[in-house]
């Protein structure tokens, strides 16, 4: 059950002081979910906008609020628990390193992480790893590689190297994410921006081939195989051999943004498989933990990684045992249970039912495996948020993404049963604003 902190002056029983004076740790229950989000606007940041519903347990395809109310997760942390919450396998391998040893920095070695990079790598056909945190700096990374592989191996000027990107892009909120940002709520009053980035037009070849060919300094291009936080932005078949060839064409490096499509999401190990081509860099997150804690990693043959030398890029926590040995079993998860494949035949299911969806409503819905957007018509009396409330109404939890695309994204361990269970909550809902 939630709990809240009480403040009483002075120490008794079991209690902590703080820095106020004041007890800090004696609890009592929160019962409502009015209560936890009062709590948490009162002393939290307003950076997020969540739905309005407060979460305490999780498993499997499941999550519960602080009421007992059961719904569907169809969000999935933004595919980061594509194993389903609380994985029994990835939780024993947290328990079990975890009494064993932690952290210790990369001042030093440790068995866990060249066990773990052998793993990672021959699973996805790189040479090496290099391992941080966030998804955010695993493309601050690639970022970072890229440039250096522009100045020593293409021989580009000092300080002209240039990195290309997509408009509709999304890969985080750090100052450099948002400088190759189109996303004006990323961008305004952030400024000044990162030089050295340029934003063509998504899904379009013949701009990339313009500004390749056009500017001898460009290092890299970086793109998501499908764009998520833009709307399930899947782009036409062909494209990303298109951009291997030009890249190859051109001494470009490719940086592939795998941390929301990869690792099964889309019925593939990663997106780009679809099109069985082979980027220079992979950026990997999200579902790499299972959920569990902060694991990335930036995947790239030894001509490309090996521009870092020691000392020129590094992360305290990133390699850290407990993130080895947790990110060894979530990727174990998905090759033992399958679920790529299991995304693959779901996803044609999906589909499907999402096809019966009412047309006065649906422009359209696009994807691939188990991500997919239904696309609101814009004339509508109701926006894509007042469908999230409803389905929240109704059991199941789905994010909009601006406001006339609903995001739809559940762990990949559902069945076929438990899917057909959610796609009528999501055409029932639907049908329910004819009313």
Not at 54 to 80: N, R, T
Not at 254 to 268: A, H, N, P
Not at 349 to 366: G, H, W
């Amino acid at each position: 059950m939630a709990t809240e902190t009480i403040q009483i002056n002075g120490a008794s029983n079991g209690t902590t002081i703080g820095l106020n004076g004041h007890c800090i740790n004696l609890k009592i229950p929160l019962k409502t979910t009015e209560e936890v989000i009062k709590r948490e606007k009162k002393y939290g940041a307003h950076n997020y906008d969540p739905i309005p519903v407060a979460l305490m347990k999780g498993k499997g395809i499941h999550v519960w609020d602080v009421e007992g109310k059961k719904y569907y997760d169809f969000l999935s942390a933004y595919s980061a628990v594509n194993q389903g919450h609380c994985h029994p396998q990835i939780i024993e391998a947290v328990k079990k390193q975890v009494d064993i040893l932690t952290l210790t920095s990369r001042a030093f070695y440790t068995d866990a992480l060249g066990e773990y990079a052998e793993f990672i790598t021959r699973l996805f056909g790189y040479d090496k790893i290099l391992p941080i945190n966030s998804g955010v700096e695993s493309g601050e990374t690639a970022c970072k590689i890229a440039r250096k592989w522009g100045y020593l191996k293409k021989k580009i000027p000092d300080n002209q190297a240039k990195i290309v990107f997509a408009e509709g892009n999304y890969w985080g909120r750090t100052m450099s994410a948002i400088s190759s940002s189109t996303d004006p709520t990323c961008r305004d009053k952030y400024g000044p921006f990162m030089p050295g980035f340029i934003v063509i037009p998504y899904d379009d070849p013949e701009a990339l081939e313009d500004i390749l060919k056009s500017d001898p300094n460009i290092c890299a291009f970086m793109v998501e195989p499908i764009q998520g936080e833009a709307g399930i932005v899947v782009p036409k078949p062909g494209y990303l051999k298109k951009v291997r060839e030009l890249c190859t064409k051109y001494n470009v490096l490719w940086i592939d943004d795998e941390v929301q499509t990869g690792l099964g999401r889309t019925g593939k190990l990663l997106a780009v498989d679809h099109e069985n081509v082979r980027p220079d860099i992979v950026c990997l997150g999200k579902a790499l933990s299972g959920g569990m804690m902060a694991v990335s990693a930036v995947l790239a043959d030894d001509d490309v990684i090996l521009s870092i030398k020691p000392g020129e890029h590094g992360s305290t926590y990133g390699g850290n045992p407990l993130a080895c040995k947790v990110a060894t079993a979530a990727l174990e998860v998905i090759i033992e249970e399958k679920l790529t494949e299991n995304a693959a035949k779901l996803g044609k299911i999906l589909e499907k039912e999402l096809m019966k969806l009412p047309k006065q409503f649906v422009k359209e819905v696009r994807g691939k495996g188990l991500l997919w957007a239904i696309v609101l018509h814009h004339d509508l009396s109701f926006k894509a948020v007042d469908v999230c409330i409803r389905l929240r109404d109704n059991g199941l939890l789905a994010k909009h993404t601006h406001n006339d695309i609903i995001r739809l994204a559940p762990p990949l361990v559902m069945n076929e049963t438990q899917l057909k269970e959610c796609t009528k909550i999501i055409i029932d809902t639907m049908n329910s604003f004819k009313k």
